[in-house]
């Protein structure tokens, strides 16, 4: 009888470690963004102040679970890194570099050299000598600061007009078509390990990709480091183009650069005046024509956005080889910059996480593809 009694008692302790030990293996075994296509590309997001600082732990647990790169959405552009002529404020860059240290993440530094979101000391200046020391400066301290812990640099952003010829912007009226050049050298030598991107959107629609592929032939030409490109990929479920931006992967690619993704998201609102790309600098007013979904997305352009995020990702997996990262632009469709863009106050869907954190159609659509 004491025998029975211990076996019974054995088993009684044995039983729930094995179901535990099943359980753990089994949620091993989930497929996650990141590990579904492990083997294929980085899968990237984009994170702002309160996910850097772990404020909020549903959006958290979605950084570290589903993705293995991270972008910084505003906290590296030189207005909040470099405020002033002698003073950089890296509180929060130091902060986004440790998470992804602490999670093993691919981390991408966004962005060096940028017309937009400037310093007022600088957004304005027309002196030859004193953008050409920022530019200087700029990158020779926020790159060296992080040489070794950066993956990957954006380091000219959207230096391209819509016809294909050089944005004039503030470094080019100053230094002229150089500036780009010098920035991709200075870049090399403050951080020689980095990978580094010229990084812009509608440049796989063809007058602006021609423009881009000569950025990158120049740059080439003149033995100057530049390891891709980024196609920030801001479109919309009603506009997609899948044959320019497969046309444009290729093209680059030929160029011998990676070609990454690096701003997804797909708009499922209205686009005023058919205005095209991310142009932060376009504003318009809102009306209820513009804004229709603010009581919530209806199934059917739920669907329709699920449909054109698989066409995408087969597109991509497609064209794997070629491409080093897909990064989507926000965690959730509560934190996307489309909500304020290019209307304010709208109500936007356009991510694979609502804004609850619950997984959207359009997230099985993608993580469906690898099963």
């Keep these: 009888m004491k025998k029975n009694i211990f076996k019974k008692s054995l088993l009684g302790i044995m039983l729930p470690a094995f179901f535990l030990a099943q359980i753990s293996c089994a949620q091993k075994s989930v497929k996650t963004l990141k590990t579904a296509y492990k083997k294929d590309f980085v899968m990237g997001v984009a994170i702002g102040t309160e996910h ?17 790169g991270i972008t910084a959405e505003n906290i590296m552009k030189a207005e909040v890194i470099h405020p002033q002529w002698d003073k950089y ?58 040489a070794g812990k950066i993956d990957s640099w954006d380091v000219v952003n959207e230096a391209l007009e819509e016809d294909g010829t050089l944005r004039k912007s503030v470094y080019l009226k100053t230094l002229g078509e150089g500036y780009i050049q010098e920035a991709f050298e200075l ?67 030929k160029l011998g650069v990676k070609v990454a993704f690096t701003e997804l998201d797909l708009t499922v609102l209205p686009n005023p005046w058919d205005m095209k790309g991310a142009d932060v600098n376009q504003s318009y007013k809102n009306s ?9 997305m209806p199934d ?26 897909i990064t989507f632009w926000g965690v959730n469709d509560g934190h996307s910059w489309l909500n304020g863009f290019p209307i304010r106050g709208r109500v936007n869907y356009p991510l694979l996480f609502d804004r609850n954190y619950e997984k959207k159609k359009a997230y099985f659509s993608v993580l469906n593809l690898k099963k």
């Design 300 to 325: 059917s352009v739920g669907v329709v956005l699920a449909q054109k995020y698989e066409d995408l990702f087969k597109l991509f997996l497609k064209h794997k080889d070629s491409i080093s990262r």
């Design 187 to 253: 870049a090399a030598k403050a951080d020689p390990k980095a990978a580094l991107y010229y990084n812009d959107y509608n440049i796989e629609q063809p007058a602006k990709r021609k423009g881009a592929i000569e950025i990158v032939k120049k740059l080439k030409a003149a033995g100057v480091k530049i390891d891709g490109v980024g196609i920030q990929g801001h479109w919309s479920i009603n506009t997609l183009n899948l044959q320019e931006i497969e046309d444009a992967i290729v093209d680059f690619s």
């Design 52 to 68: 850097i600082l772990e404020k909020d732990a549903k959006a958290n647990e979605i950084i570290k679970s589903e993705f293995n």
């Design 89 to 146: 404020n890296f509180d929060l860059s130091d902060k986004f570099i440790e998470l992804g240290q602490k999670n093993k993440m691919y981390i991408t530094g966004h962005t060096l050299v940028w017309h937009s979101q400037l310093p007022p000391f600088i957004r304005r200046n027309n002196n030859k000598d004193s953008v050409q020391t920022f530019m200087r400066n700029h990158i020779a301290t926020v790159a060296g600061r992080y």
């Design 288 to 296: 209820p024509q513009m804004n229709p979904y603010t009581a919530g």
